[in-house]
């Protein structure tokens, strides 16, 4: 079993920055891809950002990509999603999750360990 636990989120101001944090405790958290995801009421979880399991690979969709920065501390336990140049648009309830193995995943059910999540809001 992995715990996550994200926090960071809060409101912001349109053009702000916030920077999210999932701390870890179970499994030995070099273990497993780490990702970001979000979601909206009523609406499926979306893909934010993803990172292999030492930190080398990371893939951020063209949608938020250049202001959204995803990072992890194997050491720590820990993976951070920094978020710039924060848009209205990008309001959510924000999951962390771990997949067991070392590659990337930007899927959903590749992930078998979720967060509680962390709300994001951003202001006009």
């Known amino acids: 079993q992995v715990q996550l636990v994200e926090s960071g989120g809060g409101l912001v101001q349109a053009g702000g920055s916030l920077r999210l944090s999932c701390a870890a405790s179970?499994?030995?958290?070099?273990?497993?891809?780490m990702g970001w995801f979000r979601q909206a009421p009523g609406k499926e979880r979306e893909f934010v950002a993803a990172i292999s399991w030492g930190g080398g690979i990371t893939y951020i969709p063209d949608s938020v990509k250049g202001r959204f920065t995803i990072s992890r501390d194997n050491a720590k336990n820990t993976a951070t999603l920094q978020m710039n140049s924060l848009k209205p648009e990008n309001k959510d309830v924000y999951y962390c999750a771990a997949a067991a193995g070392l590659g990337l995943r930007v899927r959903v059910y590749e992930y078998d360990y979720w967060g509680q999540g962390t709300q994001v809001t951003v202001s006009t």
């Open positions: 179970g499994r030995t958290f070099s273990s497993f891809a």
